[in-house]
């Protein structure tokens, strides 16, 4: 119970015990006088409860007018409070907005340039030689000192770049290197079949192309080259003549297969070039 004091609900409370007494019996309803006197009780109670309700909401109704006065009063000042408020607080939140997105947009540029390093050796992949050289030096020289708290991805990406890009530019070298000389061996052929007579000049230019080291037997190496590459399509061979790891092995497996001895004082690269020479000679690369 509160400690307000409400005149009506006394007067209500006073009969309570009243209206107790006077109800302090179930009748027996199996006769029109004890249902009527039963239905009675309920609705006299019920105007009584009638009467509390209205007596509540009229006592109320001060209190929620005041309720609502003071409301309003507080959104007036609470108004202007935010009125003076809200400038700085836009100020401050635009503020802390603009710091969060230069941050991200920092943080982005230096993911953004650990993933160009990881994909350097991708972009350089139809570079030549000197373009892959170039971005290797590039590499290597850069310390990724400017990475901050991203410095660990970039020096790991950086030494995964560096170690591809290296391999990348040996592999690039020798296929440049071997392409300049199939190129000059494709000239030196097709020189030689300008000069009749075929089979003199044929065997003149495999004399003139061999050096001492090796002993040749022209029909001999023509059909053993023959033989090995006419088991291959046309542009399986211009591979295999890319491919000097082929090359040196078909002729160290089998060399007399290609019409020539191989001495003690023989290089690798003697020996493919020799055969490159032989097969420019017999097919029209």
Known sequence: MGDVKIQK?????????????????????????????????????????????????????DSLERGRNID?????????????????????????KDKKEREEKRKKGLEDRVNDIGALPHLMRDSDSNGIQQALEDLENNECLDFYEYTEQALKARSVSVKEL?????????????????AELREQAQ???????????????????????FTIDTDQETRG???????????????DMENNEFIFNAIMSD???????????????????MFKRLVILIYDF
């Open 9 to 61: 609900y006394d007067e209500i409370r006073a009969k309570i015990s009243t209206i107790k007494e006077a109800c302090n019996f179930l009748p027996d309803l199996s006769n029109k006088d004890g249902y009527d006197k039963s239905k009675r009780v309920s609705l006299d109670v019920g105007k009584v409860l009638t009467a509390l309700e209205k007596a509540r909401k009229i006592e109320k109704a």
């Open 166 to 182: 290296s391999e990348m530019y040996i592999r690039k070298l020798q296929y440049e290197r071997d392409q300049a000389e199939l």
């Open 191 to 213: 020189s030689s079949r300008t000069e009749p007579p075929a089979e003199e000049v044929q065997q003149d230019d495999v004399d003139g192309l061999a050096d001492d080291t």
């Open 255 to 273: 060399n007399k297969k290609f019409g020539f001895s191989v001495k003690n004082g023989d290089t690798k690269e003697d020996l493919i070039r």
């Open 72 to 96: 309003s009063q507080a959104k007036e000042i609470a108004d202007e409070l935010a009125g003076i408020q809200l400038p700085h607080k836009e100020l401050y939140q635009k503020f802390d």
């Open 225 to 239: 080259v023959k033989q090995v590459l006419d088991s291959v399509s046309f542009e399986e061979r211009r591979i």
